[in-house]
């Protein structure tokens, strides 16, 4: 079925993404309840779990459909992604799932976008892409990282989704979805 135009959210803000396969995401989501177990801090929905490959902040309602067609032009191959390693950052407390060495496709996908959403003038600039999944926020002392199983699957569409503040933390919606070749 072709995506239609969401309903709209007063300030939501926009973003591209890759979902996590349902099963990959209910294994960090488990291994991320260990640690706040251990650790505290706020533990990200099993259904929320993502990789941001372009952020948008808000975005005009009449600029939607620029946003669908920019996504439908996009013609790559599925992307293969590894979560095979733990991140900590200091600057926003932030636990994460990332790649050891993310796969080139993936890296194009996340800079063929952000160039083009730049043309647009959507985005201000290409940012360099780290591909990560929070796990969890307002995590003060991780300790020592724990090691993560390795993940591994074929990314075979990239989504647009929206956010919004709710009384637990940030909201996603998956509003739109496009197939990798
Ligand atoms: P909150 O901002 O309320 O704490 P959040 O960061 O999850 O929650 P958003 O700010 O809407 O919600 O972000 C949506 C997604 O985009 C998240 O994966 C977030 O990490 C990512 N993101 C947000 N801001 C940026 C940015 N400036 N650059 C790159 N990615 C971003
Ligand atoms: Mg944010």
Not at 22 to 37: K, R
Not at 56 to 81: D, M, S, W, Y
Not at 152 to 162: G, M
């Amino acid at each position: 079925m072709p995506n239609e135009l969401p309903p709209p959210v007063v300030g939501a803000r926009f973003f591209f993404a890759l979902w996590l396969p349902p099963a990959i995401a209910s294994q960090l989501h488990s291994f991320s309840g260990g640690v706040v177990g251990r650790c505290g801090g706020r533990l990200m929905r099993e259904d929320a779990l993502h990789i941001t490959l372009a952020f948008l902040g808000e975005v005009a309602e009449n600029r939607l459909p620029e946003l669908h067609e920019i996504a439908a032009a996009v013609e790559l191959p599925k992307a293969q992604v590894q979560l095979d390693r733990v991140g900590f950052w200091n600057h926003n407390h932030v636990l994460w799932a990332g790649s050891k060495e993310p796969a080139p496709v993936l890296e194009k996908l996340a800079a063929d976008l952000q160039k083009t959403l730049v043309e647009a003038g959507f985005l201000g600039e290409v940012k360099p892409f780290v591909p990560h999944v929070t796990l969890l926020r307002k995590l003060l002392h991780p300790g020592t990282l724990p090691e993560i199983q390795a993940h591994e699957w074929t990314a075979e569409e990239f989504v647009l989704a929206r956010s919004w503040p709710s009384d637990r933390g940030s909201a996603y919606e998956v509003v739109a979805r496009w197939p990798l070749k």
